[in-house]
Structures are given as C-alpha cells and as structure tokens.
C-alpha cells in the first residue's frame, strides 16, 4: 500500500538491516535520514556506495539523486521525523545482551521527539526491551510520554541475506505496540512498505517470537550437526539420511549440517533467550545450550576430521598446506560476522598448518596478519595444497577446477562429489 502522504522516516542504523529498510521507504516514496554513528558507512553511503549485497549501488544513488534520501552520522541531522525506526546491533558481551547501541540511539533520538511521532525498535532483543529499556530513554530525552505524547512499536526484522524470493516487500511482517494506539500506528507505517502485516498483542511477544525464530533454526541446526557426527562415526552418508527423511509430506522441515553457524543472528540471538530465562525465571532454557554446545564444537570438529584426512596420507597438521575456501559464514555472503571458517582458521593456525584462505566477496580484515585472496585459486596454487577446505560454497568459485586441481577435498556444504571429495 503506498502512503496517503510521505512521511519523513529516520533509520537509525544503516547496515545489513537498516540499509535495506531506509531504500524501501524511498522506494515507496517517504522521505529517509539514514542516521548511522559510523562516519566511514556514513561517507560511503553520501558517495552513493552500498556494503550490503541485496542493495546494489546504484540503488543507493538513485536513492541519494531522487532528494529523498540523506545520511547523517549525527542525530542532529534528524531534526522532524514522523517515525524512527531503530535498526542497531543488539550483541553479546561476555555472554550477556549489549544493549547499550539500542540505548545510544534512543537517547540520541530523544531531544529530537515531537508529539504525534512514532519510534519503533528493530532490533533483536529479549522480551521488555521496549517497554523497560527504550521507552524510558525516548522518554528521559525527550520530556514527553510514550502513549499519550508519542507513539512506540516493536516490529523484528525477518530479512534473509540473498534470498530473492522473500524480501522486505513481500515477508510478512510482525507488528505490535506498546498499546492500542502504538499497534495501528506501527501496523499504518509498515503496511506502506510490506505485502502482508501481521498483529501481535504486546511488544514482548513480538519480541520472543523473533526469538523463537531464530532459536528454532539454531536447534535443528544443532540437532543435524550432532547427527553429522553420529552418521560419520557409524559410517552412514548424513547427507543420504536427511534427504531420504526429507521425502517426508508433513512433520519434517530440512536443515543441511556445515561448519558452524554465524552472522549477527544464531549465534548471539538465542542467548538473549536463555539469558532472559536464567535472569527472570531463574533456570536454564536447554535447549539452547545444548545448541550452543554443539553448533559452537563444529569448527574444531571440521579441524580433527581434516587432522584425520590427513593422517590417512601420512601427513602431519603442522606444516600441512591448507586453502581455505569461503570465510563469509554464509554463501553469497560478505559477512564473516561471528564466521565459523574464523574459529576453524584459529584452530589451524594453532596447528601449525599453511595457510591460503580465499573468499572473492569479504572485503573486511576480519583475519589480522593472515592474507584473503579475492580472486579464484590457481590451477597451480590448487595443486599445491594437502588439503582444501569448502567452508562456504559461495557461486564464484570455479568448482571444476577445485575438482580437477585438489589432492584432497573436505567439503563441509555438500557441494562437490568426487574421488577425492569427503563429506562432513
Ligand atoms: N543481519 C541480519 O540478517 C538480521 C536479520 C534480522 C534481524 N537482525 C537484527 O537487526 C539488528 C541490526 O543488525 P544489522 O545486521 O543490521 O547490524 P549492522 O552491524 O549491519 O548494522 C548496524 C548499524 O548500526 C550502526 N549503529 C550502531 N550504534 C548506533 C547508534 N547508536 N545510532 C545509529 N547507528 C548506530 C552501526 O554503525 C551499523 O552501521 C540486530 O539487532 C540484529 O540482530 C539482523
């Protein structure tokens, strides 16, 4: 639905998710302040550059071009806003939510507030955030009342990094409110952007489903990683078992087992969970532990099957020439945010091993004093190695040269089949 009038947006936060939203709502025609606090994001944006692969460039510029489009890195930039949505990194420290970016960006946004504005919060958190962290700093910064000033919504994003079929536009969208008036006017925004709104009753159960969401995918990850193990232990193909199970009609969902999970989501999200559990309820959600365990063991695992593999020949870790294939934690991907190939890089590294790692699309130093090759291995550098790893399939690597060229392949995504592939 396209808006009655525009509306003068601000996103806070203009990265994997705030970026994708602000170019929506020009697209449909309000007019955006991209606020971000990172002066460097914020420079590449005003310069029409995109860092995030579903937004290509030249949306950026379009966007920057049509005058319905600014960036900003000071809230001052900020001033008049109709709505402001919060898309800030919700991390972990030390095991524990951060929520202190969620805070900055509120009080930032504070001085700023006018009666009739709407805030809604994006970002991942624990049930109450709204309600018992953001609404008391929008309301300290501003001097207004959250309900009878101004309005406060909570609305989860679902993106999907590369997923072409569901998108912003066209994934239903979770909207709740901290009360009635809260829920129509965050409900009214969202319907301007998205296909399909879905109402949920309080902020704290919008909240704990995106929880859900993302706790469910990291559990049944765990749940075929720890078969991963078991099937190769009693010498049975897991990839076999999953897709003969997955022929089932009802009652069966397939998940794929790799190296590890990554990004900003599974590995941090479902321990906002257990956290909320331990501190409010005071015992353990275990589920997400044991998912934690395990889905947290893989990277070492890929590491002793690669030591195994090479024992097989003969050869020893230490000295062993390794090329990494993929560092983004998902295929397609430049994010190598909480990356499994990291950790496994670590272990290797440790090990004493060789090291070539390859990954055309991470631009970041996400590996101090260790070399990423954006370009396609060699013929010759593929022959020289003892070992290459698939860590992310990502399409760009010219798998028939990998096939052709590698002595030894440990393929953690099911990617490649040959004489010389393994499988996790
Ligand atoms: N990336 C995903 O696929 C995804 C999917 C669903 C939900 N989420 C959730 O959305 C939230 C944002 O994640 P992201 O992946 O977009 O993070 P991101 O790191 O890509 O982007 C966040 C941006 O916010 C900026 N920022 C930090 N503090 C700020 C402040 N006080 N004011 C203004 N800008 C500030 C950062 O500089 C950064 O550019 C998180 O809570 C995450 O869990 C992410």
Not at 295 to 308: E, K
Request: hydrophobic residues 40%; glycine residues 8%.
């Amino acid at each position: 639905m396209s808006p009655d009038r525009p509306l003068r947006v601000v996103v806070a936060g203009q990265g994997y998710v705030g970026l994708p939203l602000a170019m929506r709502a020009v697209a449909v025609g309000h007019e955006v302040v991209g606020f971000d606090v990172s002066v460097d994001r914020v420079k590449r944006l005003a310069a029409g550059e995109s860092f995030v692969e579903d937004i290509p460039s030249a949306t950026v510029a379009e966007a920057l071009s049509s005058g319905r489009y600014q960036v900003t890195d000071t809230a001052v930039g900020c001033e008049g806003f109709d709505v402001a949505v919060i898309c800030v990194p919700t991390p972990l420290d030390e095991g524990r939510p951060d929520l202190t970016n969620v805070e900055s960006a509120a009080l930032a946004l504070g001085p700023f507030l006018q009666p009739g504005c709407l805030v809604v919060l994006e970002s991942t958190s624990y049930p109450g955030t709204t309600e018992s962290l953001l609404v008391p700093c929008l309301e300290s910064g501003s001097g207004l009342h959250a309900g009878t000033d101004f309005q406060v919504g909570y609305s989860p994003e679902r993106i999907d990094p590369g997923n072409t079929r569901w998108t912003i536009e066209t994934t239903p969208k979770l909207v709740a409110g901290i009360d009635a008036r809260s829920l129509d006017r965050t409900d009214d925004f969202y319907r301007t952007l998205v296909s399909e709104t879905v109402r949920v009753d309080s902020t704290g159960a919008a909240e704990l489903a995106k929880l859900l969401e993302n706790t469910f995918r990291h559990v049944n990850i765990a749940l075929v990683n720890e078969l991963a193990m078991v099937a190769a232990d009693l010498d049975l193909d897991v990839w076999q078992v999953i897709d003969a199970a997955a022929t089932k009609p009802f009652g069966f969902m397939k998940f794929s087992p790799g190296p590890g999970v990554g990004g900003h989501c599974l590995p941090i999200d479902p321990s906002y969970l257990s956290w909320t559990v331990r501190r409010r309820l005071g015992r353990p959600f275990r589920f997400v532990e044991l998912a934690n365990d395990i889905n947290d063991h893989m990277p070492d695992y890929v590491h002793t099957r690669l030591v195994q593999a090479l024992n097989r020949r003969g050869l020893a870790m230490t000295g062993a020439k390794v090329l990494i294939l993929g560092l983004a934690y998902k295929r397609n991907s430049s994010d190598a945010r909480e990356s499994p190939a990291v950790q496994l890089i670590a272990h290797l590294v440790a090990a004493g091993a060789r090291l070539t790692v390859v990954d055309p699309h991470v631009v970041e130093d996400v590996l101090p004093g260790i070399d990423i090759l954006g370009a396609q291995p060699s013929p010759a550098q593929l022959t020289a190695q003892d070992a290459v790893v698939l860590v992310t399939d990502h399409d760009a690597f010219d798998y028939e040269a990998v096939l052709r060229h590698s002595a030894y392949v440990l393929d953690t995504r099911h990617r490649l089949e040959g004489p010389r592939v393994e499988h996790l």
